[in-house]
C-alpha cells in the first residue's frame, strides 16, 4: 500500500498541468529538444507537442521557444514563463512530499506497512493520462 498525493493544475473540468507534464518541460530542458525529450520519455513528438500546446492555451503563455544560439530550426528551449511554472510546480510538490512524511509519521499501527511513492515512481503509478 502506498501513500501518495497527485498535484494537478485544472480549470474547471479541464487539465492544465500536472506531474507528466512538468517531467516533459524538464526534460526538454535537459534535452534542448521537444523531440528528443518525447523520445526519452517514450512518447510521440505529436503527443508531446499537443499536450503542450494545451498547456500554453489554457495559461495564455508560451512554454517553449526556439533557441536561436543553437543554429538548429527544431531545437527548444523552455520559455521565463515556463521556468517559472516548473520551479512553482516543483516547490509544491515538495511540501506535499514534506507533508506526507509526517502523514506516515503518526499513522495508524495497522498501516504500518504503508510507504511513501517518491516523486520519480510517481508517474509509473498513477493511471491519471498526461
Known sequence: ???SLKLFLEDKD???F???RAELLRSVAEMGSLHKAA???GMSYRWAWGRLR???EALGIKLLSQDKTAGKGNVKALTPEARELLAWFNAIQEDLDAV???M???QPPFLQSMRR???HDRKKSRNVPD
Open 1 to 3: 500500500m502506498n501513500l
Open 14 to 16: 479541464s487539465y492544465i
Open 18 to 20: 500536472g506531474p507528466g
Open 39 to 41: 523520445q526519452k520519455l
Open 54 to 56: 494545451d498547456a500554453e
Open 100 to 102: 506526507l512524511e509526517k
Open 104 to 106: 506516515l509519521a503518526v
Open 117 to 119: 511513492v517518491p516523486a
